[in-house]
């Protein structure tokens, strides 16, 4: 079952298929917490339906004497198996195979 957080992350990345956003522009637009993005995200990545790309920038020193310093920044996009994702239609599925377990087990 998927949270209504999670599904409001889903719904804008299906919106906006095909660019990457931040998580912080995710939680921005989809009007969660970055809290909700956060897991969102990492489960979304984990089932194969977000790919995550890592950039780092450096940032210049201001001050002289001063070192750059290097940000790493993570960009988030749904790809195609995401875009086809039907999380109801999971839930139907679950919901099937637990009332397949339960009469086996009668049986």
Known sequence: MITQGSQMVLNFLKRN????????????????????????????????????RIEEVVIPATEPGKKDTVETIRYETLNEAGLAYDPEQEDREQKEREREKRKAKRK
Do not use: C, H, M, P
């Not at 897991?39 to 790919?51: A, E, F, N």
């Open 17 to 52: 298929y095909g660019t990457e956003f931040t998580k912080k522009e995710i939680a921005e637009g989809a009007k969660v917490s970055f809290n909700t993005v956060n897991g969102s995200i990492r489960g979304l990545v984990q089932k194969g339906y977000v790919d995550e």
